[in-house]
């Protein structure tokens, strides 16, 4: 199988693997895990911050980055497309008790000036108040699209004049920076936490990272431990995060280059429109408009061409390239497409 349902999906490699199986490790709920420590230590210095935590998941980082920065009933920012804003909605609502104010915004890229306006408008419409702004980099559901540095800057002038703290949902920052040319660092400046993830793109099998400096993650670090989300010989697995913070990043360009080869091919095929061109990084958003095919038959068709692609959000398609797709893939992902959207 093809799989390009998600960055997700990836397997660890064989370097991966014995990385894993030499960790050296401890309890690391109480601190004395020394990978998972290393972890957190590389992963702070690369984004210019003070401390990190591993965590077990992005939405696990980004929940314990909503409860340390705000308190029940509070309102936050984020694009209405996030997937804080959808997926975490109710994790969010329920465990941080917070509202969320969505953003409509192409691309789920929107500006300081928007943010300036719904902190402003806020109190007045709910009588609460903003107390965080997030902002995805790079945005998932806007079909992997990076947020420009220059904006992110003038959102966090936004910020600061209001005294709100600024959180990256950075699950595939790598592929934001390796895409802008943009130094992780440069993201961490304009943040006052950031959250990545090394179980997409980056090909490790579990984790997140959530950076910040030390009093906001000593309160992060409560939050995580009240849901669960204590672990013990983490190291295993932060032995996998370390091994593709050091191997994985700067191939995220060829899997970038991957899906705009893809996407220049699905244009070609008659009746697919790609819904993202031009393809920022590794996610390629289509829709199709063929009266003899709903979503069914073009999902069995597509697997017996030996393809599968995301499907949920029908009538568009998400495909995602990552560590297990190469050129070979890509190419044999298109004869599918062709033969199936060729038919009559
Ligand atoms: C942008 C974004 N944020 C957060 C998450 C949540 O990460 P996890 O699946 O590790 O909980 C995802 C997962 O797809 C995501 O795409």
Redesign the pocket.
């Given at each position: 199988m093809i799989d390009l349902r998600s960055d997700?999906v990836t397997l660890p490699t064989q370097g991966m693997r014995k990385a894993m199986a030499r960790a050296k490790v401890g309890d690391s709920r109480r601190g004395e895990d020394p990978t998972v420590r290393a972890l957190e230590e590389h992963s702070a210095a690369l984004f210019g911050k003070e401390a990190g935590l591993f965590v077990p998941?992005?939405?696990m980082g980004?929940l314990c980055a909503v409860a340390a920065w705000t308190r029940p009933g509070d309102v936050i920012v984020a694009s209405s497309a996030s997937?804080i804003a959808g997926r975490e909605a109710p994790a969010v609502s329920h465990m941080a008790s917070v509202a969320i104010l969505g953003i409509d915004a192409p691309g789920g890229i929107f500006s300081a000036q928007e943010v300036a306006e719904a902190v402003l408008a806020t109190p007045s419409r709910t009588e609460s108040k903003v107390r965080l702004v997030t902002v995805?980099n790079t945005h998932?559901a806007g079909g992997g699209t990076v947020f420009p540095l220059a904006e992110l800057k003038r959102i966090r002038s936004v910020c600061a004049k209001h005294s709100l703290p600024l959180h990256i949902?950075g699950?595939?920052i790598f592929n934001a920076s390796v895409a802008s040319g943009a130094a992780p660092a440069s993201y961490g400046k304009v943040a006052d936490s950031l959250m990545f993830?090394l179980?997409k793109g980056l090909g490790a099998p579990v984790g997140?990272v959530l950076v910040g400096s030390g009093k906001f993650l000593a309160e992060a670090r409560s939050v995580g431990l009240r849901v669960g989300g204590g672990m013990r010989q983490a190291g295993i697995v932060a032995a996998g995060g370390l091994h593709a913070l050091k191997h994985h990043v700067e191939r995220l360009a060829e899997d970038h280059e991957n899906a705009r080869a893809l996407a220049l091919g699905l244009s070609e095929v008659p009746r697919v429109e790609i819904v993202n061109g031009p393809v920022e990084t590794n996610i390629v958003l289509f829709r199709w408009h063929h009266p003899a095919l709903d979503m069914l038959s073009f999902r069995d068709a597509l697997a017996g061409g030996g393809v599968q692609v995301d499907d949920r959000s029908f009538p568009f398609f998400r495909a995602v390239t990552h560590l297990g797709i190469g050129k070979k893939e890509i190419a044999r992902a298109m004869r599918a497409f062709r033969e199936i959207f060729g038919r009559g």
């Open positions: 997700t998941s992005g939405t980004n997937h995805e998932n949902d699950s595939r993830c179980s997140s």
